[in-house]
């Protein structure tokens, strides 16, 4: 791990990218299994480390938002401003629905699928009463 920055309220901390993530911006990631390194996400349970905030091929610097107000790419239809939020198989976010997923945040600006919107970051386990 590299800098820390800290910008209108987000935080991001500088990893290595583990694939090629060069078409992932502002798509959830995890800790590879490589020390340092970041991956996609690949579901709702996995464990859910920050935002990705550039365009990195594998092997460069990856800047990953991991507290504050980031920009995501939604992966379901818009859902009301406050939503929990979780990561889909893709790495796109989408609404909690279930217990156990990860709550990456809460939804701050509302998107379609395949838009742009906006989360305040958080990092907690789903509970029931969340679904």
């Known amino acids: 791990m ?10 991001v901390i500088s990893f290595k990218a583990g ?5 992932s911006q502002f798509l959830g990631v995890k800790m590879d299994t490589t020390e340092g390194q970041v991956i996609l996400m690949t579901g709702a349970t996995d464990n859910f480390i920050g935002v990705l905030q550039n365009k990195p091929e594998s092997g460069q610097e990856a800047a990953v938002a991991i507290a504050g107000v980031s920009k995501i790419e939604m992966g379901e239809s818009s859902r009301p ?13 989408e609404q909690v629905d ?8 809460h939804l701050v600006a509302t998107a379609s699928s395949g838009e742009v919107g906006s989360m305040l970051i958080t990092h907690y386990t789903a509970h029931a009463s969340d679904a």
């Not at 694939?19 to 078409?23: G, M, P, Q, T, V």
């Open 2 to 11: 590299a800098d820390t920055a800290i910008s209108k309220g987000l935080v």
């Open 19 to 23: 694939a090629d993530l060069s078409s």
């Open 81 to 93: 401003r406050g939503a929990l939020m979780t990561c889909t198989a893709s790495a796109t976010f």
């Open 98 to 105: 279930a217990a156990g997923e990860m709550c990456t945040g």
